[in-house]
C-alpha cells in the first residue's frame, strides 16, 4: 500500500474557494483532486505534502501551515497498486503564483460549487467536511470497475481550521 499525502489550499472569505488541480497524467488521469502524492522514503507526511504543492500547482506552504485533516484509506481489490494510505491537509497560507505544471491545470472553485461529476466518486463523501473545516477518517473499498465504490466508512469530527485573514502572503 502506497503512502500519501493530499492537501487543499483554501482562500477563507465572503466567499471560500478552493485550489483543484486537473489530472494531466498517470493515476486519476483527467480527474480534479488536492494536491499530493506519494511519501517519499525518509520524509515525513507534512513534508511530502509541501513538496507535492510545490511540485505541481508553484504554491510554496510552511510545513507550520498545514492542518491535518484527516486519514482516507483506499483499496482497489481489483487493481491492489492502486490501494492508497492517504494523510489529509489543508493549508490556507502559502506564498507564490498558482502555475500549470507538467502534472496539474490548477483551477479555483467556490468550495459551495465542486466539479464532483469530475472528481473521484469518494470525494463527495468526505471533502465537504473537511473544506468545512472537519477532521475525517474514512475507508473506501472500489469495485472491479476502479471508479465506483463497493464499500465505504467515514467519521467526520469538528475541527477548527482559522478563518479569515490573507490567503497568501
Not at 74 to 88: G, K, Q, R, W
Not at 93 to 106: C, D, K, L, R, Y
Request: a negative charge; proline letters at 6%; hydrophobic letters at 40%.
Amino acid at each position: 500500500m502506497k503512502r500519501a499525502t493530499l492537501c487543499f489550499l483554501i482562500r477563507r472569505g465572503r466567499n471560500d474557494s478552493v485550489l483543484l488541480g486537473r489530472k494531466k497524467r498517470g493515476f486519476g488521469l483527467g480527474k480534479y483532486n488536492g494536491f499530493g502524492g506519494k511519501i517519499e522514503p525518509g520524509e515525513e507526511a507534512p513534508q511530502a505534502a509541501v513538496r507535492e504543492v510545490a511540485e505541481e500547482c508553484g504554491l510554496l506552504v510552511d510545513p507550520s501551515d498545514l492542518v491535518r485533516a484527516g486519514h482516507l484509506t483506499f483499496f482497489f481489490p481489483a487493481s491492489p497498486n492502486y490501494d492508497h494510505d492517504v494523510t489529509l491537509f489543508v493549508a490556507t497560507a502559502w506564498t507564490g503564483q498558482v502555475v500549470e505544471t507538467e502534472e496539474m491545470a490548477p483551477q479555483w472553485f467556490p468550495t459551495r460549487d465542486l466539479p464532483f461529476s469530475r472528481m473521484w466518486v469518494d470525494d463527495a463523501h468526505w471533502l465537504p467536511h473537511v473544506l468545512a473545516g472537519g477532521f475525517v477518517e474514512a475507508e473506501f473499498t472500489f469495485a472491479d470497475d476502479n471508479e465506483t465504490i463497493a464499500r465505504s466508512s467515514l467519521r467526520a469530527t469538528s475541527l477548527v481550521v482559522p478563518r479569515g485573514g490573507s490567503s497568501s502572503r
